[in-house]
């Protein structure tokens, strides 16, 4: 059963703008959350995280928002650019813990 | 610093048999997990190790086993294949927990033909 859920296959924006990428679960004991981008061919990099004691994290360009009650986080990269065309994966965890469980990603393509 | 590494990048092996992938983490992360990457499936958790322990399992059969070394390099094995075991592996390390943040290696292209 999927508990991590990214509904959008695909996003495509224009370079300079805002990107939305959305993410829903469903496990309320999920306490740690993270975006990882990928490449073809490559791992996934680690991209930002959020703990459920926050609504927001940002590191540059990136920000993540958490809204616990509808189990909801997005990421918001502003502005975007055509090196951040990639495969984005929403993740969560209990507990912090040693487990991550993984949304089936998002592709995002940032056109000129 | 080097980062996580995989070995091979690519693999075609034949049903019924077996494969052993290996990963060595990044050089003081102590936490090794696997990871099974299908376009159906997504990144699906198959195993974490600690300190050569299993401390987390996912819900994969038997059939997938691994084990860390005390170096903390960890390998996994899968016996028996068969053709959905096709898919993108991937090792990831950490410090000591997930909320350390995972680096992923490239992972290994496993065919099953």
């Known amino acids: 059963d999927q508990q991590v859920k990214q509904n959008s296959p695909s996003l495509s924006v224009q370079e300079g703008r805002i990107s939305i990428l959305n993410c829903d679960y469903t496990?309320?004991?999920?306490?740690?959350f993270l975006w990882y981008k990928k490449y073809p061919a490559e791992g996934p990099t680690f991209l930002i995280s959020?703990?459920?004691?926050?609504d927001k994290n940002e590191d540059g360009r990136f920000t993540v928002f958490l809204n616990k009650s509808a189990k909801h986080l997005s990421l918001h990269i502003v502005p975007s650019q055509p090196g951040d065309s990639a495969v984005y994966f929403c993740?969560?965890?209990?507990?912090?813990?040693?487990?991550?469980?993984f949304g089936k990603g998002t592709s995002l393509l940032v056109t000129p | 610093k080097a980062g996580v590494t995989q070995t091979p990048r690519y693999l075609i092996k034949t049903r019924g048999q077996q494969v052993t992938l290996s990963c060595s983490p990044i050089?003081?992360?102590?936490?090794v997990s696997w990871y099974q990457q299908t376009p159906g499936q997504g990144l699906q958790f198959l195993f974490e190790?600690?300190?050569?322990?299993?401390?987390n399992k996912g819900n994969f059969p038997g059939r997938f086993s691994g084990r860390q070394f005390s170096n903390s390099r960890s390998e996994m094995n899968v016996s028996t294949l068969e053709l959905g075991d096709s898919a993108l592996y991937l090792c990831?390390?950490?410090?000591?927990?997930?909320?350390?943040?995972?680096?992923f290696g490239s992972g290994t292209r496993l065919t099953v033909v």
């Open positions: 050089s003081g992360h102590r936490s």
């Open positions: 190790y600690f300190s050569e322990t299993q401390r």
């Open positions: 990831a390390s950490s410090l000591v927990v997930v909320g350390d943040g995972y680096t």
């Open positions: 959020i703990s459920s004691i926050k």
């Open positions: 993740a969560a965890s209990e507990n912090s813990g040693y487990a991550l469980n």
């Open positions: 496990n309320s004991m999920f306490d740690y």
